[in-house]
């Protein structure tokens, strides 16, 4: 049965303007002192998926998971970010309160508590499961994960893994926004048309979300006044709320900000045999 979402829903937190303010200056701490440019590196990313189900709803198939990986190793590869997943490593769970957890619930917590399948420094925990109340997913920061570390990871719903039952966003491209996320990416419309928005230079400001499958020749659609006459909102940008047909591009400062974010906060990806680029080679990891 289709799910009914009006809309993209991604239950994910924006950052206060406080921890953007932050953000944007370890950031720009980080790359100065980082010895490597992004284009130089590439780092594949373990996937586990675990797959919460009530009785025979929820069920993922191995084509269905295979699909989603590469879904998002296409998504990502102009980032040089790929991932791996071993269907020897794939769980399923059978618990109806897990099935149904909501965002920030105790029964996510707990869930995540008895579950997670690889440590979240060395890999990626992806849920699967049916929250209700029209969300397709959501993810945590890499900023968060020392924090607490058991929450970290993506949730998806299950009916948008390409072939979902979810119309419109079962193509896979929930999870390329929601991974997106957990690598250090925000929504373009981060903070509306009030500065400093998503601080991404080449994802032009708008005030909200773009939904559906907006027409180009119909732009600037909800830019905001403060950008140049020339400047198209993101419609196709995996960080908007557009269907997963419009979704087809990162930018450049969007890669950026990946790499940054991996370095300051997820660096023991960056593992030999993991990644092609020696830890060594970034500057040290932040503290959040």
């Given at each position: 049965m289709a799910e009914d979402i009006l809309g993209r829903r991604c239950a994910t937190h924006?950052?206060?303007?406080?921890?953007?303010?932050?953000?944007?200056?370890?950031?720009?701490?980080?790359?100065?002192?980082?010895?490597?440019?992004?284009?130089?590196?590439?780092?594949?990313?373990?996937?586990?998926?675990?797959?919460?189900?009530?009785?025979?709803?929820?069920?993922?198939?191995?084509?269905?998971?295979?699909?989603?990986i590469a879904v998002m190793n296409a998504a990502f590869a102009p980032a040089g970010v790929s991932f791996s997943h071993d269907e020897a490593q794939v769980s399923e769970i059978d618990n109806a309160a897990f099935f149904a957890m909501g965002h920030g619930s105790?029964?996510?917590?707990?869930c995540k508590s008895q579950t997670q399948a690889i440590a979240p420094e060395q890999g990626l925990n992806f849920y699967t499961a049916r929250p209700g109340g029209g969300l397709l997913g959501w993810a945590t920061f890499p900023h968060e994960m020392a924090g607490d570390p058991v929450m970290d990871g993506v949730v998806m719903l299950d009916g948008t893994l390409p072939g979902g039952a979810t119309a419109d966003f079962n193509k896979g491209k929930t999870a390329v926004h929601e991974v997106g996320h957990w690598l250090g990416l925000w929504h373009t419309f981060q903070g509306g048309c009030f500065p400093p928005g998503d601080e991404v230079a080449d994802t032009p400001a708008h005030s909200g979300p773009n939904f559906g499958k907006p027409a180009d020749s119909?732009?600037?659609?909800?830019?905001?006044?403060?950008?140049?006459?020339?400047?198209?909102?993101?419609?196709h940008n995996?960080?908007?709320?557009?269907?997963?047909?419009?979704?087809?591009?990162?930018?450049?400062?969007?890669?950026q900000r990946i790499w940054a974010q991996i370095g300051m906060f997820r660096s023991r990806l960056l593992q030999p045999g993991v990644s092609n680029v020696r830890e060594s080679a970034l500057a040290a990891p932040v503290v959040w």
């Open positions: 924006d950052l206060g303007s406080g921890d953007v303010a932050r953000m944007v200056e370890l950031e720009r701490d980080f790359r100065a002192r980082s010895r490597i440019a992004e284009s130089t590196l590439q780092v594949t990313i373990p996937v586990r998926f675990i797959h919460i189900v009530s009785g025979a709803q929820g069920v993922v198939t191995r084509q269905q998971r295979e699909d989603q105790a029964a996510e917590r707990q119909g732009q600037p659609y909800n830019r905001c006044p403060s950008e140049p006459s020339s400047a198209l909102c993101p419609i995996y960080m908007n709320y557009v269907d997963d047909d419009w979704m087809t591009e990162f930018t450049d400062g969007q890669i």
